[in-house]
Nanobody, 117 residues
């Protein structure tokens, strides 16, 4: 059974930090590129950050570059998103996605991040 489970979301003040984690099971994690997306209320889902199969290549949305860092551990089947200098506009449900070269994709159920004073 394929599972992607996000954790680490919560309420944080502006300027604070959170670390999201996505734990994968039921598929060969090291064969999948991993991506974090987010969806704010009333808005479309958008890509936040992505990391290649080996972790050698990363990509970031302009809005988070320099503040967020994506990393993965293929031995532990996890992908993390370190989020620093959080802003109210970072408030959203954050999802992780696994995508194989074939295009086969899996999504997690999401974790809520709220940035508010």
């Amino acid at each position: 059974q394929v599972r992607l489970v996000e954790s680490g979301g919560g309420l944080v003040q502006p300027g604070g930090s959170l670390r999201l984690s996505c734990s994968a099971s039921g598929f060969t994690f090291s064969n999948y590129a991993m991506t974090w997306y987010r969806q704010a209320a009333g808005k479309e889902r958008e890509l936040v950050a992505g990391i290649s199969i080996t972790g050698s290549a990363t990509t970031y949305a302009d809005s988070v570059r320099g503040r967020f860092t994506i990393s993965r551990d293929n031995a532990k089947n996890t992908v993390d998103l370190q989020m620093n200098s959080l802003k109210p506009e970072d408030t959203a449900v954050y999802y992780c996605k696994a995508r194989a070269l074939s295009g086969l994709s899996y999504w997690g159920q999401g974790t809520q991040v709220t940035v508010s004073s």
